[in-house]
């Protein structure tokens, strides 16, 4: 696991400064690098948030810092946060093909070429993740693509398993067949299985999605719901958030009813400013980090079927690389400078372009949010 670097110095030369990429939330603080909270009534709290409030000013060390210190909330001067991570999830894209062509995507308006990982970057790829030794929770075989359109998509969950990573796969079902159900139940399972399922109105299915799928994906979803095909199952009920998109998440969670599937109800997102459809960012003075399902810089990794990491899923056009796999190690390219100049910018720490993806997205936290 990445730590922050720190050349040793005298202790009382030593000053003090908060954590630059901290989460300031209401009544609380999130500290992404190590996946820690600090909440209202915490003494460290109460220190922490006195202190930014003043200014943030770097400060001696002294022992009633000890303990922001220690959980990394606090940091010494000669600290490198830029350059810190903490690995929770790792988007491995082996293929850019999908089967349908869905409202809520970007594919509907910009298919992509169809490539194909080669199976032998993907394994070094996977060793390389391995190797890094993160608390990895989830290794999803998606971006943009439907996994089971892959005909090695077993292959790749063998892959990851028999490197101890914990494979996790959102799939529109059309490609979760009987016998591919019953294989990965074989092999213990999916960490993650998620069905994204809008409706069961065929023909809206099939105008949505530019697919009359519905009657397969159905008797696959019949087939699977009650086997351990995934350690957590769930269903999504992808919508716009208006009484259809109640109604669909009603009619869903009724047909699968006392199985192995949640039924979860979200809204549609804009894509960063990418489609005219669904939740849309509000304004961004300035970017002060990222809360999409944590912090993208610090605990994602996007990878996509070229071998090339990318900053976020939202950025359909790859228009942030971060580091080539083909050339550069991955324990290499989260350290490099492309990772950390990214990292800088989502958080504010340097200017970021008037275009940068991150102020069109909905997950960047403002300036001056919470605890202020």
Excluded at 12 to 39: C, S
Excluded at 167 to 175: D, Q, R, W
Excluded at 207 to 236: C, F, S
Excluded at 338 to 364: Q, S, T
């Amino acid at each position: 696991m990445s730590t922050l670097t720190v050349i040793e110095a005298p202790a009382a030369a030593r000053l003090v400064r908060p954590n630059p990429y901290l989460h300031w939330g209401d009544g609380e603080v999130y500290n992404p690098h190590t996946d820690q909270r600090l909440e209202q009534g915490d003494p460290d709290f109460v220190t922490l948030i006195t202190w930014w409030r003043s200014g943030s000013e770097a400060r001696p060390r002294t022992p009633s810092l000890e303990g922001l210190l220690e959980s990394g909330f606090a940091l010494t001067q000669d600290a490198e946060p830029d350059k810190a991570y903490r690995l929770k999830y790792v988007s491995l894209e082996a293929h850019t093909v999908c089967n349908q062509s869905c409202y809520f995507c970007p594919v509907s308006v910009a298919p992509r070429d169809d490539h194909f990982m080669p199976m032998d970057l993907y394994e070094n790829i996977v060793e390389q993740v391995a190797a890094l030794g993160e608390p990895i929770e989830a290794v999803f075989m998606i971006s943009y693509n439907e996994p089971t359109a892959d005909p090695r998509f077993l292959e790749q969950v063998e892959c990851l398993k028999a490197a101890g990573l914990p494979p996790a796969t959102l799939t529109n079902g059309s490609g979760l067949t009987p016998a591919r159900a019953d294989a990965l139940a074989a092999r213990g399972g999916l960490r993650f299985l998620s069905i994204n399922l809008s409706t069961i109105d065929r023909e809206r299915y099939a105008k949505e999605r530019g697919k009359d799928h519905l009657p397969l994906v159905l008797r696959n979803l019949d087939y699977a719901k009650d086997k351990p095909v995934g350690e957590e199952m769930t269903i999504v009920v992808l919508g716009t958030g208006d009484e259809v998109h109640d109604r669909d998440f009603e009619q869903i969670s009724e047909r699968f009813e006392g199985t192995r599937f949640g039924i979860e109800r979200h809204v549609v997102n804009d894509r960063a400013g990418y489609l005219p459809v669904g939740l849309k960012a509000s304004e961004q003075p300035k970017l002060r980090g990222c809360d999409y399902m944590g912090s993208r810089p610090i605990q994602h990794v996007h990878i996509n079927p070229h071998g090339e990491c990318i900053l976020c899923c939202q950025d359909y056009d790859e228009a942030i690389k971060l580091g080539d796999l083909k050339t550069t190690p991955l324990a290499e390219v989260l350290i490099g400078p492309e990772f950390v100049r990214a990292r800088r910018m989502v958080y504010g720490l340097e200017e970021a372009p008037a275009d940068y993806i991150c102020r069109n997205c909905r997950f960047a936290l403002k300036e001056g949010g919470g605890c202020s």
